[in-house]
Each structure stands twice: as structure tokens, then as C-alpha cells.
């Protein structure tokens, strides 16, 4: 779930920026000055079109390799599926809990995995 983090924080960060520049970013990811009607010299203009093309540039990355790395994830739960006859119930759940809480306080403290 980290790396869906690290494509939060990225996504965050260009919605930040484009805010700071006085953009506004649509749901599709388009970015588009607040204020369309406001006049700048050509040269600040251009300077506009290329930060929107980038902040535009930095989201469609981040959500492209969200959707990636959610897809991933999604393949590797629906793989997860019980034997035929396993019963699975809360309190089945809840003894696996426990003893992955277990195997992992002894890990961390130290005793490394649990041998087999």
C-alpha cells in the first residue's frame, strides 16, 4: 500500500502547485487558469501553458500508475480465494490474527521468522 502512498503524495503535490499558480485542475485532470479571462504578456503565457502541460503531465503519471499498481493488487486478492470445504469465518479470522500478531511481535523483537 506504500506505493499507492507515493502516487498520493505525487497527485497531492501537483494539485498543490497548480492551486499556488492559480489553476484549477478538472476531474479528467485538465488544468486551466482560474481566471480564463485574465490577459498576460505573451512571454508569461507561454510560461503558463508550459507549467499547466506539466502539472497536467505529473497527474495523468500518478493516477496512471495508481490505477497500475491498484490493478496489481486487485489480481493478487482475487487469487486469494479459500480451498473447496475451508471454512472461513470471523472467528477463524480472528485465531489467524492472533497468531500473525504472534509471529510478527517475535520477529520484531528479534527472533527472526519462525522456523519450520
Known amino acids: 500500500?506504500?506505493?499507492l502512498r507515493v502516487e498520493q503524495r505525487k497527485l497531492q503535490a501537483a494539485l498543490?502547485?497548480?492551486?499556488?499558480h492559480g489553476f484549477k485542475v478538472d476531474d479528467d485532470g485538465r488544468v486551466s487558469p482560474k481566471n480564463p479571462d485574465a490577459?498576460?504578456?505573451e512571454d508569461v503565457a507561454a510560461r503558463k501553458e508550459l507549467v499547466m502541460q506539466d502539472i497536467a503531465d505529473r497527474i495523468a503519471e500518478a493516477v496512471k500508475l495508481a490505477?497500475?499498481?491498484?490493478?496489481?493488487?486487485r489480481n493478487t486478492l482475487m487469487g486469494l480465494r479459500p480451498e473447496d470445504g475451508l471454512k472461513v469465518d470471523r472467528a477463524n479470522a480472528a485465531h489467524d490474527a492472533k497468531g500473525v500478531d504472534a509471529a510478527l511481535s517475535s520477529h520484531l523483537q528479534g527472533g527472526g521468522p519462525p522456523s519450520r
Not at 67 to 73: K, N, S
Request: glycine share 0%; no cysteine.
Open 1 to 3: 500500500m506504500s506505493e
Open 67 to 73: 490505477t497500475e499498481i491498484d490493478e496489481r493488487y
Open 16 to 20: 498543490d502547485e497548480a492551486d499556488s
Open 39 to 41: 490577459v498576460y504578456p
